[in-house]
T-cell receptor
Framework: DQQVKQNSPSLSVQEGRISILNCDYT??????FLWYKKYPAEGPTFLIS?????DKNEDGRFTVFLNKSAKHLSLHIVPSQPGDSAVYFC?????????????FGKGTKLSVIP | DAGITQSPRHKVTETGTPVTLRCHQT?????MYWYRQDPGHGLRLIHY???????DKGEVSDGYSVSRSKTEDFLLTLESATSSQTSVYFC?????????????FGAGTRLSVL
């Protein structure tokens, strides 16, 4: 049973426009959410995170929104740049047993078109 | 790469042979993880460690074993490699397992089992 879902395998956006990547989760025990970015032949790199007590966290061009009632989070990238082209993974931490584990979604491949 | 070295970076082996992948960190982080990444599956946790000689199973642990005799080294062993274990393997580390779960990843090991 997939607890973290990224339903869009891919997304194409024009340079300068907004990219919105979505993530849904099913486990109510998730209390901390992270986004990772991955380039080909490299390891994932941490991008931004949000605690379940917040509904928004911003870092430069990147903003993550959390809607707890809908069990949904989104990553907004504004403006999108060609260097943002990568696979983005959503991850969630369970506040219960084994809270040092993360559960990852399958990823969304973002292509920013110049 | 947050002081994480994975070796080897690439390996081709034959079915039935033992394989050991190494993860070495220079950050003195307590928690270490092994993931595999496969198309359509995202990142899945194989095993993790919460201290020297303290390890536990993740989501896809069958066919894998781990050892951690020193803080800096976390070994992943495939006792008898199978073609289904062809994958890209990532090691990750984190420092505050309970308070925060930002995991930092190595560059990965691409393993092909023929």
């Amino acid at each position: 049973d997939q607890q973290v879902k990224q339903n869009s395998p891919s997304l194409s956006v024009q340079e300068g426009r907004i990219s919105i990547l979505n993530c849904d989760y099913t486990n109510s025990m998730f209390d901390y959410f992270l986004w990772y970015k991955k380039y080909p032949a490299e390891g994932p790199t941490f991008l931004i995170s949000i605690s379940s007590i917040k509904d928004k966290n911003e870092d430069g061009r990147f903003t993550v929104f959390l809607n707890k009632s809908a069990k949904h989070l989104s990553l907004h990238i504004v403006p999108s740049q060609p260097g943002d082209s990568a696979v983005y993974f959503c991850a969630a931490r369970n506040s219960g047993a084994g809270s040092y584990q993360l559960t990852f979604g399958k990823g969304t491949k973002l292509s920013v078109i110049p | 790469d947050a002081g994480i070295t994975q070796s080897p970076r690439h390996k081709v082996t034959e079915t039935g042979t033992p394989v050991t992948l190494r993860c070495h960190q220079t950050e003195n982080h307590r928690y270490m993880y092994w993931y595999r990444q496969d198309p359509g599956h995202g990142l899945r946790l194989i095993h993790y460690s919460y201290g020297v000689k303290d390890t536990d199973k993740g989501e896809v642990s069958d066919g894998y074993s781990v050892s951690r005799s020193k803080t800096e080294d976390f070994l992943l062993t495939l006792e008898s490699a199978t073609s289904s274990q062809t994958s890209v393997y990532f090691c990750a580390i984190s420092d505050r397992g309970l308070a925060k779960n930002i995991q930092y990843f190595g560059a990965g090991t691409r393993l092909s089992v023929l």
